[in-house]
T-cell receptor, first 113, second 109 residues
Framework: IAGITQAPTSQILAAGRRMTLRCTQD?????MYWYRQDLGLGLRLIHY???????GKGEVPDGYSVSRANTDDFPLTLASAVPSQTSVYFC????????????FGPGTRLTVL | GQNIDQPTEMTATEGAIVQINCTYQ??????LFWYQQHAGEAPTFLSY??LDGLEEKGRFSSFLSRSKGYSYLLLKELQMKDSASYLC??????????WGAGTKLIIKP
């Protein structure tokens, strides 16, 4: 069982380019999340989905979009990347959107130049 | 505003005990989580407290006082592999996790 996978592992991107970070889980979890982690700051929630077909905005949603077409996949898209989006991005999932343990993917290190 | 405070860095000796504190101010409270994160890796779950008191799990224990907005993680019999960052996170009234910046724990032989 893989748990949660993310792709790519790392990426260098020119400013203005479009980029999709992929996230797939095989635990049949209902809820999924996207966080960014920056040095000196806590993890910050970008977007979440409590169940397939629904999404919601987190603390820092601007410049990002998500979709949840099925239970397993939760891609994050940067429509036009900017240098301030340089960060490590973690996808996570939990059984439901309540007070449950969240399981994290290995992360994607994104650099926007 | 919502705020989670924890020390930036702590140093301890192998075999010793260390306590990592976390104070919080959030809109609502649906439990407090501790996660461990080794450098370059994903966070992994350690503990969850929603009621006041101490929860013990092997060498790790977590304490919560809701009235004081305070928690601590206690690590006993420290091992070199415990060198990592420890993240405190509170689930707010919207069931979203608010994260502290993490405490980097350095273990010395």
């Amino acid at each position: 069982i893989a748990g949660i996978t993310q792709a790519p592992t790392s990426q260098i991107l020119a400013a203005g380019r479009r980029m999709t970070l992929r996230c797939t889980q095989d635990m049949r979890h209902n809820a999924m999340y996207w966080y960014r982690q920056d040095l000196g700051l806590g993890l910050r929630l970008i977007h979440y989905s409590n169940t397939a077909g629904t999404t919601g905005k987190g603390e820092v949603p601007d410049g990002y979009s998500v979709s949840r077409a099925n239970t397993d996949d939760f891609p994050l898209t940067l429509a036009s990347a900017v240098p301030s989006q340089t960060s490590v991005y973690f996808c996570a999932s939990s059984e439901s959107g309540g007070a449950n343990e969240q399981f994290f993917g290995p992360g994607t290190r994104l650099t926007v130049l | 505003g919502q705020n989670i405070d924890q020390p930036t860095e702590m140093t301890a000796t192998e075999g010793a005990i260390v306590q990592i504190n976390c104070t919080y101010q959030t809109s609502g409270f649906n439990g407090l989580f501790w996660y461990q994160q080794h450098a370059g890796e994903a966070p992994t779950f350690l503990s969850y407290n929603v009621l006041d008191g101490l929860e013990e799990k092997g060498r790790f224990s977590s304490f919560l006082s809701r009235s004081k907005g305070y928690s601590y993680l206690l690590l006993k019999e420290l091992q070199m592999k415990d060198s990592a960052s420890y993240l405190c996170a509170v689930m707010d009234s919207n069931y979203q996790l608010i994260w502290g910046a993490g405490t980097k724990l350095i273990i010395k032989p």
